[in-house]
């Protein structure tokens, strides 16, 4: 086993290095390719996922606004704003993330772990919600969209 790859499986951090070292220095025949090529589609799927977890997020608290209006809390409106602003941050910075809006698959996971995160944190049923997502995109990321009750 090459000494790149050895370091690849036990310490990631210094495999980067070592291979960053290595392009900078004009040594790319001795470059763990197919490694570099996983960590940089890594690179996007950590992109995604963090657009997930932000999307879950503020559909959760977007819910919560919407079913129960009488909770309504400064907190939940501060959590839905900031969302926003770094969703749209995101996005401006990673266009192609825009694709996932048009994955039905991935829109769907999305709004289940939404309707879980709201049920866990309001207490609802999770039948109590629709079984699919009322709102478009544009209409989630819009600062001035609030979901009426």
């Known amino acids: 086993m090459s ?7 036990g310490d990631v951090i210094a495999w980067a290095n070592e291979q960053a070292r290595l392009l ?4 790319f025949s001795q470059l763990d390719i197919e490694h570099i090529a996983d960590e940089i589609e890594d690179v ?17 608290h977007l819910l ?15 959590t839905i704003k900031i969302q926003r602003v770094d969703i749209a941050y995101a996005i ?27 049920m866990n944190e309001a207490g609802f049923d ?3 919600f ?8 544009e209409q989630i990321i819009n600062p001035d969209f609030w979901p009426k009750a």
Not at 100 to 118: M, Q
């Open 44 to 60: 996007g799927k950590s992109e995604q996922r963090e657009l997930q977890s932000r999307l879950i997020v503020l559909i959760a």
């Open 130 to 137: 629709p079984e699919s997502c009322p709102w478009f995109f």
């Open 24 to 27: 900078r220095s004009g040594q």
């Open 92 to 118: 401006k910075k990673m266009p192609s993330l825009k694709t996932n809006f048009s994955d039905d698959e991935w829109f769907s996971i999305v709004w289940g772990k939404s309707k879980l995160l709201a």
């Open 3 to 9: 000494t790149a790859l050895a370091n690849y499986n």
């Open 64 to 78: 919560k606004f919407g079913f129960q209006p009488e909770r309504k809390s400064s907190s939940w409106i501060h």
């Open 126 to 128: 999770f039948e109590a």
